[in-house]
């Protein structure tokens, strides 16, 4: 059925790019399936731990000159007469700072290779569990190294278990730094007693709130504390003595002693590996499987998906242990994945994908992309809040928004001013569009206004 | 006389020893200073402009049979001669008129025969003629090729986003548009209004955002600097800051006027004249060296439909307009407006070329070689009125 076909290659994927729908339709299932692939990225792009270590130096510089400066201003107030004024100031300011730099990098790659991909289901799943895993980049720190989380965390385990997923996730500089658990030590450890640190509960919570059980999950303050001395000691390092080691680093000494009580089940593990076992346990409770799949189905469905389909997803995921392949393969297999209604809207960003996927517009500059996707409310890494981007039509549909994509749509469409329409139209849908959005379309009184109404109909705002 | 129709006078003679390559050189080099370099403009009107709602056939006595609603909306407008007048917002080319600056030529079509806006305005750009054949070929169009020909004229700027169809084909040719630009056009909006009917949340969302939008433009940014009047400006700037620029090309859409046509073309038509105007008086003196040439893919059905618009339909009329026109009088065979006089007994019959226009006033204007111009304009060739 062409309409499956269609579905497959927008309800799941990011848009048709020419052809793609030819192969959707014979066998819209497979077709999905075998997209579930980790996603490449330009491994030229530096690592968290690369980063880590040229922001010590660019911190190490600006020391230097500081105290440059004060020395030569020092020098300058005793020979008044003396006019000299050093320039290191300006020096500095020439080339873009590291974390400016990795973050634009960062952006436009992924951007670049969503737009790209042959698997655009599994770029639509990264953006799903990078908005789960949510850390803002604010900071030089966190500038650097938030879009590192989905690359060195994330994407690798993307297609296997949720329990690695977190695993990785809870390890990563960029989450351990935004969640502030890296100066989290226990209070009866040795850090603790010797400098009179404590826990810090931010990331403890998030996990048990955001990450796994959900808000609504089955733990109290008590399971917050528990989980907190379980990964305390759980920090990153960042000096250059350490050179090689920039990044998760496990303090011993600021681990809290002693067994814990979490979620129902006593964890005697000692060290790091407390924390692991906990985040194991976390990750299979049969209430991470339902937060997570409900999420899921969320996003690729309907604001309110039915019970039946989240529940056929959470079935899979005990099944199989939350391996995420194989969840995705149910909901890829479930019928009411595939209703005809058009349910979902698309965001910003999947729209400015969909837009470059379908009409092969030239990329934008990598300071126009962030500068458009701020503007339409989706500046990436900058949710400025753990649980990540609004997931609903209400939070997207805005009356201001809705204009500022209308006028990126006319600004893209007159770039691409040579396509066919009619053609266009064929190799986004098929023969499924809308009397009335073809007939609008085909009969715009320019081939600019065309592409501009066909990027905005409702057939590309909501799949 | 002055110096430039003296030496048209003695062209013909020149031109026989030389190959027509150094002789366009040549004569052109030594018989223009700089600023008599002859401009040629191309404005294109997307959307099929409403000819007889423009160049009004008030004499002929089936004109208000078939649009009583619409004639009656428009009142008495500019005359002309003939018996023809001009729509009242356009105020300032009917003082280029009355200064034999402005020459209309009516019922003009450009041989394509379908009702597609995209395909007539490419068949309009590409001016390759080639009525019979589906797929229209857009790498070149007739003005990109005319300024090969040419080795004096031979660079062009578009202002536009990219170098539209009608450019394509010559290696010199700019593309220049103000940047950030948020104007969209009234036009998209109301498509998407059509489009959203069925959609209420987007249609509402839609409609809120426009409001905003109109609540802010109060302060006039984008929009100021892509009035078509700002355009033409500019690129009139553009013209002067340059020697070696000859040829511009504008484009204003907004003309698919299928509804409540009298009021919005009305204002489309005052944005026409207002940029017009605009053009010439930033070009000074170069004004009397410049035509200006505006044409519309294809014009709309003679009978006014219910909704007090007109739909897709065949002949429109052109302008031709500039310091360099010699203009003041109507040119184009006037078909009449009886049914049997009609094209498929709905549209306005084209009784002239609307490409051949164009042939044969880039022809004049930059004095190319008659034998040359079937190549540059798909095989047609020059009408013998005289027109610069």
């Given at each position: 059925m062409s309409v499956h076909g269609l579905i497959a290659v927008n309800r799941f994927g990011y848009g048709a790019k020419p052809g793609e729908l030819a192969k959707a339709i014979s066998n819209p299932q497979g077709f999905l399936k075998q997209q579930l692939k980790q996603p490449e990225f330009n491994r030229v792009l530096p690592s968290a731990s690369e980063l880590m270590q040229k922001l010590y130096q660019q911190r190490q510089q600006a020391k230097m000159l500081e105290s440059k400066k004060q020395e030569s201003q020092k020098q300058q107030t005793q020979n008044k007469e003396s006019a000299t004024s050093p320039s290191n100031n300006n020096q500095t300011k020439k080339s873009p700072k590291v974390q400016q730099q990795a973050y634009r990098d960062f952006c436009q790659d992924s951007f670049k290779a969503a737009v790209k991909s042959d698997n655009s289901l599994s770029w639509r799943l990264l953006d799903f569990f990078s908005n789960h895993f949510s850390v803002t980049a604010q900071g030089p720190v966190m500038t650097a190294l938030a879009p590192t989380l989905e690359r060195e965390a994330i994407a690798p385990n993307l297609f296997g278990s949720f329990a690695d997923m977190l695993d990785a996730v809870v390890h990563h500089p960029a989450m351990l730094v935004y969640l502030n658990n890296q100066q989290s030590f226990g209070v009866n450890s040795k850090i603790g007693k010797r400098k009179g640190k404590g826990l810090n509960e931010n990331l403890a919570r998030e996990i048990l709130e955001?990450?796994?059980?959900?808000?609504?999950?089955?733990?109290?303050q008590t399971d917050v504390i528990a989980l907190a001395k379980g990964i305390s000691g759980w920090s990153v390092s960042n000096k250059s003595k350490h050179s090689g080691r920039n990044g998760f680093f496990y303090r011993d000494a600021g681990h809290e002693p002693g067994s814990q009580q979490l979620v129902g089940k006593r964890f005697t593990q000692k060290g790091e590996a407390q924390g692991r076992a906990m985040l194991k346990h976390l990750a299979l409770h049969p209430s991470t499987a339902k937060f997570v799949s409900y999420k899921l189905a969320k996003h690729f469905i309907?604001?309110?998906?039915?019970q039946e389909l989240v529940n056929a997803l959470v079935a899979r995921w005990q099944q199989t242990q939350g391996n995420l392949k194989q969840v995705v393969e149910a909901l890829i297999e479930h019928p009411l994945a595939w209703?005809?209604?058009?349910?979902k809207f698309i965001t910003p960003r999947e729209h400015l994908i969909f837009a470059h996927r379908v009409t092969e517009a030239p990329l934008p500059k990598t300071r126009n992309l962030i500068g458009l996707l701020n503007q339409l409310g989706q500046?990436?890494?900058?949710?400025?809040?753990?649980?990540?981007?609004g997931d609903t039509e209400g939070e997207w549909l805005s009356d201001k928004v809705m204009i500022d994509r209308i006028t990126w749509s006319r600004m893209l469409a007159a770039k691409v001013n040579k396509l066919d329409v009619k053609q266009l139209i064929e190799q986004v849908w098929g023969e499924q569009l809308s009397q009335r959005s073809y007939l609008s379309i085909t009969r715009a009184e320019s081939r600019v206004d065309a592409i501009t109404l066909l990027l905005m109909s409702p057939e590309t705002l909501r799949r | 006389m002055n110096r430039r129709d003296l030496l048209k006078l003695f062209g013909g003679s020149l031109v026989?020893?030389?190959?027509p390559q150094l002789l366009i050189s040549s004569a052109n080099a030594t018989s223009y200073s700089k600023t008599e370099q002859p401009l040629f403009i191309w404005v294109m009107l997307r959307g099929a402009l409403d000819s007889l709602h423009t160049v009004?056939?008030?004499?002929?006595?089936n004109y208000i049979k078939h649009r009583p609603k619409l004639a009656k909306q428009l009142g008495t407008g500019l005359p002309l001669e003939k018996g023809f007048s001009l729509n009242p917002a356009l105020a300032e080319l009917h003082s280029w008129y009355q200064n034999s600056e402005l020459l209309p030529i009516v019922a003009?079509?450009?041989?394509?025969?379908?009702?597609s806006h995209f395909d007539g305005q490419d068949f309009l750009e590409s001016?390759?003629?080639?009525?019979?054949?589906?797929?229209?070929?857009?790498?070149?169009g007739w003005l990109g090729r005319t300024l090969q020909m040419s080795a004096y004229h031979h660079k062009a700027i578009a202002i536009d986003q990219t170098v539209p169809i009608s450019l394509?084909?010559?290696?010199d040719v700019n593309a220049w548009y103000p940047s950030n630009a948020k104007d969209v056009g009234d036009d998209i909006y109301s498509a998407l209004m059509n489009m959203y009917q069925d959609s209420p949340k987007l249609s509402m969302s839609l409609q809120k955002g426009l409001e905003l939008q109109k609540n802010a433009m109060a302060q006039q940014s984008g929009k100021q600097r892509t009035k078509f009047a700002n355009l033409t400006k500019a690129c009139a700037n553009l013209l002067l800051a340059?020697?070696?620029?000859?040829c511009a090309v504008l484009e204003l859409g907004?003309?698919?006027?299928?509804?409540?046509q009298h009021g919005r073309l009305a204002r489309q038509l005052k944005e026409l004249d207002d940029g017009l105007a605009s053009l010439k008086a930033q070009l000074g003196e170069r004004w009397q060296h410049t035509v200006v040439a505006v044409a519309t893919e294809f014009g709309r059905t003679v009978k006014e439909n219910g909704t007090g618009g007109s739909d897709h339909g065949s002949a429109a009329c052109m302008l031709l307009a500039g310091g360099a026109i010699k203009g003041g009088r109507i040119l184009g065979d006037w078909p009449g407006l009886a049914k049997s006089e009609l094209f498929e007994g709905r549209d306005l019959m084209p009784t002239s070329n609307s490409l051949q226009w164009l042939a044969t006033v880039l022809a004049q204007h930059w004095q190319?070689?008659?034998?040359?111009m079937p190549a540059l304009f798909g095989g047609l060739q020059t009408y013998s009125e005289q027109l610069v």
């Open positions: 955001l990450h796994t059980l959900g808000v609504d999950g089955p733990y109290n309907s604001d309110e998906p039915e209703q005809s209604e058009r349910a500046r990436p890494f900058k949710a400025g809040s753990p649980a990540g981007y | 026989v020893m030389q190959s009004i056939p008030e004499f002929d006595e003009v079509g450009s041989g394509y025969h379908g009702r001016g390759q003629s080639k009525v019979n054949s589906n797929a229209i070929d857009t790498h070149s394509r084909g010559s290696d340059d020697n070696k620029l000859s907004g003309w698919d006027t299928h509804n409540n190319i070689k008659p034998a040359h």
